[in-house]
């Protein structure tokens, strides 16, 4: 994930630099719980993509957000509490969740917000 990030970031910074910290947004887990990754940074809204990299704007939702002081590793177990609250509370999850990394390695603890849209 780190050098995607640092890939598409170098794409970012040659089109006008990123408008925001980066992301993914993940598909769900297949049967063998792997996950499919987007990586990403906010770009201007007129930047072109340049194959292999896409532009794409993401739709306004409404989401849970949790905000994740600590470890990466901490994040599946974090995920499966997400999904038992959201049911719990009476919240439809839809499509895919987005990680946003607000900080960068090397400045303390990771702090991570994920934002879950629901429907």
């Known amino acids: 994930v780190g050098g995607a990030i640092e890939r ?12 925001g910290p980066p992301m993914t947004i993940s598909s769900p887990p297949d049967e063998n719980g792997s996950v499919v990754l987007e990586v990403g940074w906010p770009v201007r809204a007129d930047t072109q993509p340049e194959p292999p990299v896409e532009v794409c704007t993401l739709p306004a939702t409404v989401a849970i957000v949790n905000l994740h002081v600590g470890s990466y590793d901490d994040l599946a177990h974090l ?24 900080t960068a390695p090397g400045d303390g603890p990771p702090v991570t917000e994920i934002v879950w849209p629901i429907a």
């Open 79 to 102: 995920y499966s509490e997400l999904y038992a609250q959201a049911h719990e509370h009476g919240y439809t999850l839809s499509g895919s969740p987005r990680e946003r990394y607000l």
């Open 8 to 19: 598409v970031g170098g794409f970012a910074r040659a089109h006008g630099g990123t408008q």
